[in-house]
C-alpha cells in the first residue's frame, strides 16, 4: 500500500503553511511521520513540485524517510500518476500536507474495509459524503483507475484536485463512502490549514495534546473539543475551497 502525500510551498492562502513549525516540527513532518506510522501503509511518497521553491520539501520528506516525486505545480493528478510509475504499488492513499490530525488508526482502519470489500471497489473516500471534520480526508483507489482518470480527465479541476473524475464517474468506477453517525455534527469543524484563523486552532489543539501522544487520534481531538468548544469558533467563518 502507497501513500502519496500532496504538498507546495505556493500555497494561494498562506503560502509556505507546509514547512511552519508546530510544536518544534514542521506541519508535512506530522503528517508524514503519521502516515508512515498507519497499519498496512508500506511506503509514503511526497509529491512536489519542480519549482525551486519545494527544494525545501524534497529535502524534508528525504529526512524523514519518505520518498519523493517531483512535477508540475498545477497538474497534481499527473504527479500522483508519476508517484505510483517511479514507486510502485497497486492500491494507493492520497493524503494532503495541510492536515497534520490526520488519524494513523482511520487511516488503517479505511484501508481495511477498501482491501475487504466485495464485490471489489475502486475508490473509497471519508470525504464525498462527510461524516468526518476536515483535515481527516482518506482516499484510497486502485492504482489503475488512477491512471484511466488521469488519461481521461480534461478540466482543471479534476486535475489539481486528483480524485474527481473517480467520483463524478460513478458509470467507470466502483465508488464506495466511508462513513460514521456523526450526532455532535464534527463534519462541521475544521482542523485543516488554510489559513491564519486555521493555524490558531491548530497551534491551540497541539499544545494541548502533542506533549503527552505524538500521534493522537480523533476520539482524543473529539473529546477535547467538547470540553474547549469555543476553540471550534476561531476559525468557523472560513470558507473552504470547493473542488
Known sequence: ?????????????LPGKVLRDLEGIP??????????????VDRVVVATT???ADDAIAALADHEGAAVTRGEEDDVLARFAAA????GGTIGVRITSDCPCVDPQLVGRMIHEFSCARPDIDYLSNAVVRTFPRGYDVEIFRV???VRAYVAADDRSAREHVTPYLYR??????????????PSHTA??????????????LEYLFQALYPSDAFFGLEAVERFLTAHPDVLTWNASVAQRVH
Open 27 to 40: 506541519v508535512l513532518a506530522h503528517v508524514i511521520r503519521r502516515v508512515i506510522s498507519a497499519p498496512r
Open 50 to 52: 519542480t519549482s525551486d
Open 1 to 13: 500500500m502507497v501513500a502519496v502525500i500532496q504538498a507546495r510551498m505556493g500555497s494561494k492562502r
Open 84 to 87: 505510483f510509475q517511479e514507486h
Open 169 to 182: 464517474h460513478p458509470e467507470q468506477f466502483a465508488i464506495a463512502h466511508y462513513t460514521r453517525e456523526d
Open 144 to 146: 489503475d483507475a488512477l
Open 188 to 201: 462541521d469543524w475544521r482542523l485543516t490549514l488554510d489559513e491564519e484563523a486555521d493555524w490558531r486552532v
